[in-house]
């Protein structure tokens, strides 16, 4: 990789317009440097969202010899848990009645593997998580960087939103993971039965 220099100086200077840029774009929230992580958020879901393009109903239902998730199960996973810690952590309020509706399955079974989800299509994950981003993104455009670092002293543990994001990052980031090895296991089968 190679980072062009101007003369005498000891700085980055812009890419050329036909190369890939590894940037984040400052998204408006709060105040701060509270827009970098909601960028940083962003670019996470965005990955995520390339991850499963073009996905059919198969793949998202389709269960691995070798795993207990499905695709569907782990897109539906990725956005409760991230309504979860908005609400119950960083807002440390009930989650919206509206919201409930489209995460209306619990997140594990009793013997604590995730809920199996089948049956809904790809835009229906899409819009799911969509609506709870958007949730997410409302709260952190209205935040303080005070109220974003703010220990919240809950019950079991103490957070703050700004690790929250972080943690939702990693969280999305390992089942995006997955999702894209499911995939590949899905075709490499799918290809080896006809």
């Known amino acids: 990789m190679h980072r062009k220099r101007s003369e005498g100086e000891n700085r980055l200077v812009a890419a050329p317009p036909q190369r890939r840029q590894l940037v984040l774009e400052p998204v408006s929230a709060g105040s701060g440097g509270i827009g970098a992580w909601s960028a940083a958020l962003t670019d996470c879901r965005t990955r995520t969202l390339k991850a499963i393009a073009g996905i059919d109903q198969n793949e998202l239902d389709w269960q691995a ?6 695709i569907g ?14 609400y119950a ?12 509706a489209i995460l209306h399955l619990d997140d594990r079974q009793s013997n604590g593997e995730l809920t199996s989800v089948r ?13 709870v981003r958007q949730d997410f993104r ?22 703050t939103p700004e690790w ?11 089942h995006r993971g997955q999702i894209v090895v499911l995939r590949k296991s899905f075709k490499q089968i799918d290809r080896s039965a006809t």
Not at 119 to 131: C, V
Not at 164 to 174: C, G, K, N, P, T
């Open 65 to 70: 010899p070798f795993w207990a998730n499905t």
């Open 89 to 100: 952590e960083i807002l440390e309020r009930p989650i919206p009645e509206d919201l409930k």
């Open 73 to 86: 199960t782990l897109l539906y996973h990725i956005a409760l848990i991230e309504a979860d810690w908005l």
């Open 119 to 131: 049956g809904e299509t790809a835009n229906q994950h899409e819009h799911r998580l969509a609506r």
């Open 138 to 159: 409302q709260a952190l455009a209205s935040m303080t960087l005070t109220e974003f670092r703010r220990i919240r002293h809950l019950p079991d543990y103490d957070v």
């Open 164 to 174: 929250v994001v972080l943690h939702l990052m990693q969280h999305e980031a390992e």
